[in-house]
Structures are given as C-alpha cells and as structure tokens.
T-cell receptor, first 115, second 116 residues
Framework: EPEVTQTPSHQVTQMGQEVILRCVPI?????FYWYRQILGQKVEFLVS????????KSEIFDDQFSVERPDGSNFTLKIRSTKLEDSAMYFC?????????????FGPGTRLTVL | GDSVTQMEGPVTLSEEAFLTINCTYT??????LFWYVQYPGEGLQLLLK?????DKGSNKGFEATYRKETTSFHLEKGSVQVSDSAVYFC???????????????FGKGTKLTVNP
C-alpha cells in the first residue's frame, strides 16, 4: 500500500542552525501539507502546497519557514534559523484531491529537537 | 476560528471494556469530521470519517456519529482490545479557499491504553 515517508525520523540541531525535513508524498497525490505537534499540544497546520506554490499558511509559518518540491517526488520543509520553540514532531501529509471525499495521508513524522 | 475539543487522557481500560472518547467542535459551515489514530512509532492514520450531519463513520469496530445539534463526534467501541492501544485524534476539515485548499484542525489527542 502506498505511504508517505519522512526522513529523518529524529533530528537534533543547535539553536540558530538550518534544518531541512524531507517527505516523499504518495506518487499520484497533488496536495501536500506540513503539520507540527509540540509535545503535549495539538497537531497544528503549518502550510499547504499545490501546483508548486503555497496555497495557505498559518501564522506559525513565518519567514523562517519555507517549503519546496525540488523534484517530482520530494517535498521539503526548511527552517532557516531554528529556535528552541521549534522543537516538535513535524508531520507531512498528502492528498489526491482537495474535497470532502479525499483523506490526507500522513507520514510517521520527524521529531525535531532544538538544543 | 474553527476548533476541536476532545477528552483529555490518558484513558486506561481493561480488554473488552466499552470505550467512549468525547469530541466536540466549533466551526462555521458544515465541516467534515475525522478520527485519526496514531500507533506507537507510526504516523497518523485515518480511522473513520463523516462528511455530513447524521452520518455515521465506522471502521474496525469503532463508530462515531456526526451530531450537528450537539456539535459532537464522539468515538465509541463496544469491546476494546490490547491492540487498540494508541493515541486518538479528533479532527475537522475546513476549507481555506473556495474550491481549493483545505486544512485539518485537530484536537489534542487522547492516549488509550488497554490492559489484558
């Protein structure tokens, strides 16, 4: 069964460093998303991406964040200068369409720890 | 804005016990409602969904009914198993732009542990 994959599973970085979290969505999907979950808190929407551009972003997704689909398979989230409060589990998701009948398929997540 | 409130955990039950995890929502319009499950070390998996009022979603013995009058989508299972131990997330889908982008709004998650 097709699945969304994410690498790495755990990333440890120093405050101020850049990190890139990688995702491979399901191959025929057209819509891509990033969510994050700070420990003990809600899963929060960060950004949606369609047709090689951002469709929507939340207030969390500030200038330190960027997303890219560098080739036909990967979807990346870059944090330019990490802060302690960026420590969280980051989930990538994809969906074939954007309507009531299509679910978002989630990857296993990348745990980011900023020291 | 749209929001989801779900029962705080953790919840610990014995095998074959009845499970209810409460979920209520606040939304404009008529969102679709979901339950996702996260098993240890895995991603979020869709458990069940309902797209309109009075719809009942069901899967693997779990059920939830979309109740517009009480803005609720409570998850139930008649007889839980050890393998049901996981974190359960209630979520709603809200359309961000007309005919286009959408996002999921999640509750905090409820950790369920089922003991033999």
């Amino acid at each position: 069964e097709p699945e969304v994959t994410q690498t790495p599973s755990h990333q440890v970085t120093q405050m101020g460093q850049e990190v890139i979290l990688r995702c491979v969505p399901i191959s025929n999907h057209l819509y891509f998303y990033w969510y994050r979950q700070i420990l003990g808190q809600k899963v929060e929407f960060l950004v949606s991406f369609y047709n090689n551009e951002i469709s929507e972003k939340s207030e969390i997704f500030d200038d330190q964040f960027s997303v890219e689909r560098p080739d036909g398979s990967n979807f990346t989230l870059k944090i330019r200068s990490t802060k302690l409060e960026d420590s969280a589990m980051y989930f990538c998701a994809s969906s074939e369409w954007s309507n009531s009948y299509n679910e978002q398929f989630f990857g296993p997540g990348t745990r980011l720890t900023v020291l | 804005g749209d929001s989801v409130t779900q029962m705080e955990g953790p919840v610990t039950l014995s095998e074959e016990a009845f499970l209810t995890i409460n979920c209520t929502y606040t939304a404009t319009g008529y969102p679709s409602l979901f339950w996702y499950v996260q098993y240890p070390g895995e991603g979020l998996q869709l458990l069940l969904k309902a797209t309109k009022a009075d719809d009942k979603g069901s899967n693997k013995g779990f059920e939830a009914t979309y109740r517009k009058e009480t803005t609720s989508f409570h998850l139930e299972k008649g007889s839980v198993q050890v393998s049901d131990s996981a974190v359960y997330f209630c979520a709603l889908r809200t359309v961000i732009t007309q005919g286009g982008s959408e996002k999921l709004v999640f509750g905090k998650g409820t950790k369920l542990t089922v003991n033999p």
